[in-house]
């Protein structure tokens, strides 16, 4: 198998089926029979949320006094028919909740983008040019090793929350967000700080993967012999460190997504994350949980939708990484 | 040793007052602060029962009027409480106790008013004979500004203090009493069908979040069952405020062992959930790894009974890597679970902090996030020396 370096392709010397690393990859994740689920599962909600402008059977927030706590399944006194009833304002659950799913499932995938290619870089860089640039980063990550996490996080938050209006936000980033969210440039520069924040906490533990993948790659002979042919830091690094160290990079931000998802509904359950007229799963089960003793059903309504997508993102993480590990059989 | 005790020492020093810094930065740089409260009871009380020479007052007595490094040096070590070394900059100005306002006339006669510069400045000498905490460093943490007015921050925190510690304690240990038997279990027995159905729920447990886990637990044990008449858990606080009556069990006094055991379960029945799942997790690991080595072989090969070889061989050394758990362990106990707490209304640190928050109780807010810091760091300091001691292998350097 050494002879992959040639131009002949190896099935063909074989003559056997050609498959590419990532149809291997697919072919084995497709044996996680629980994990190929949860893919359709939280695909269904992402294409049901970006639907949500045209499937919304009312408008996302206006108040009606007159159609309050209307229970999930029955139609209200002006005759409208409520699939998942309505809130202590009479807005429509359903219609909130799929522009929630938006909301929440959007501001944690940027998020985690974000911070994963912080992590990433920063990883890359500490663990292949080592010196001084590797002792800033290490002991960046030290530090916040040693930082109470999620008191900072409510402490920033709670100032950004307050004080948005006056924090200098890149306009063209907080458009970007109000369209893909269909919100107000004002709710967007909300969901912007919430996601700055998220970014800003998360990327310590990817860099630390990272630096430990890139420092276990780069001993590698094909690393040595790219060198001796006189390849570029660059394209060492680019062509040769990234793809051999992605794989555990690919798990790590499957499940830097859902703990993304589960601080951003902690944060705005608690009132220091997305605040309300912008609907996310957090600060709609914040409202439920307070007229959960007079309409139980309230709580279900948001609080399934985390469950479900919190716990299809982890078996996708699972099935990934079993997919992903050459050394697994499966 | 010595060397490695002295350099973590000023290390863990350091990174104290790097954390102290931000986050006194981040409170105080940003505007609002302790005083909203009392500028809103006075924007409301309209007759004027709060005057500006109160504002003043209270600023002072907060030091709200010092510039910041001043009030955060004030604040850390107590000091400078006068002019430095008896005499030098008696006359220095270090804050400001009333901004000058300017009245700006435009062309078109607007008229606007705007703060600048400052009309009536405080000096150094002005701070002797100024009440000022002992500093956080020498164990003072001020007073409360918001919650328990002019009260010391300590004593709030240890009104609490309690709270959190019995209900974190008894979490915690329960989750290891139960969580190591089920890791051992599920590793000795890896993939039966107990290893199976243990995996799964902890890796749902680990991937709940906690206040939907919290919530449907208020939803099924004290709202549901108590509509269908069942006997019901009651659904917050530490201690009740009337008498009940619960089915089967009979009437609950307020204030006795029974209220309070009947409130003290479902908060700790949702931690002990929560974190069961890691710790079981991480015995398993821990133990599948042991049970590998060439010493259990041995062990097994010179027919010391399975049972002995688990418990003796494989267990004992799959627990070295518990130490490194114990620095998470102690700032658990201590800060509590800030969501479930506030989910369940339980009085205890976790809550305290949110509401410190809410309310701009800046010093209490500071005072938890030092403790934190400080006991992250003693417990990470605790840990390698405690990893030494379990494995002589390794060496502090």
Known sequence: MATSTTAVPVADIAGGRSESQWQIVVRRFRKHKIAVFCLWLLGAMLILSALAPVLAPFPRDEPNLKTR??????????????????????????????????????????????????????????????????????????????????????ILSSILVQNINSVPLPEFFVRFLAWIFTVSEREARGIFAVILILALFGWTSTARLMRGMVLSVRENVYIESARALGASNTRILSKHIFPNS???????????????????????????????????????????????????????????????????????????RDALDPRQRI | MATFLIRRLFQMLIVTIVAAII????????????????????????????????????????ELDLALPVRFSR??????????????????????????????????????????????TVT??????????????????????????????TDLIMTRLPYTLYLMGASVALAILIGVPIGVYSAVKQYSRFDYIMTTVAFIGSSLPSFVFAIFAILIFSILAKQAGLPYLPSGDAVGTRDIVIPLIGLVEVGSFLDRFLRFLMPCTVLTFISLAGWS?????????????????????????EQMVVIKHALRNSLIPFVTLLAGVLVTIFAGATITETVFNWPGIGRLFVDALNRNDYNVVMALVFVNVVL????????????????????LS
């Open chain 2, 23 to 62: 986050s006194y930065g981040l409170l105080y740089l940003v505007p609002g602060g302790p005083l909203d409260a009392l500028l809103t009871e006075r924007q409301n009380s309209g007759a004027n029962r709060i005057d500006d020479e109160d504002i003043k007052r209270v600023q002072a007595r907060f």
């Open chain 1, 246 to 320: 992605l794989p555990p990079m690919i798990v790590d931000f499957t499940l830097g997504v859902n703990g993304t998802l589960v601080a951003e509904s902690g944060l705005s359950f608690l009132g220091y994350g997305i605040q309300d007229p912008t609907p996310t799963w957090g600060n709609m089960l914040a409202f439920a949980q307070s007229y959960m003793f007079q309409h139980p059903w309230m709580p279900l309504i948001p609080s399934l939708p985390i469950l479900i997508a919190s716990i299809a993102i982890n078996y996708i993480g699972d099935g990934l």
């Open chain 2, 124 to 153: 150094l000498a002005e701070l002797e004979g100024r009440k000022v905490s002992r500093g956080v460093f020498f164990g003072d943490f001020g007073v409360s500004q918001v919650i328990l007015r002019d009260r010391p921050v």
């Open chain 2, 281 to 305: 997790r991480f015995v398993r690991g821990s133990m599948l790894e042991v049970l590998q080595q060439d010493y259990v072989r041995t062990a097994r090969a010179k027919g010391v009974r």
């Open chain 1, 69 to 154: 706590f209307v229970p999930p399944f029955t139609t209200d006194e002006q005759g409208n028919f409520r699939v998942l009833g309505t809130d202590h304002l009479g807005r429509d659950f359903f219609t909130r909740l799929l522009y929630a799913s938006r909301v929440s499932l959007g501001t944690a995938l940027i998020a985690t983008i974000i911070s994963s290619v912080i992590g990433v870089v920063l990883g890359m860089l500490a663990g292949y040019f080592g010196g001084w640039v590797d002792t800033l980063i290490s002991r960046i990550l030290e530090v916040v090793a040693t930082f109470p996490i999620f008191l900072l996080l409510l």
């Open chain 2, 376 to 395: 992250l760091l003693v417990g990470i300091l605790i840990t390698d020396i405690l990893y030494t001691l379990v494995d002589p292998r390794i060496r």
């Open chain 2, 75 to 120: 604040w850390l070590i107590g000091w400078p409480n006068g002019p430095l070394f008896g005499s030098l900059g008696a006359d220095w100005a270090v804050g400001c106790a009333t901004p000058q306002q300017v009245k700006l006339t435009y062309p078109d006669g607007r008229v606007e008013f705007i703060t600048e510069g400052c009309a009536d």
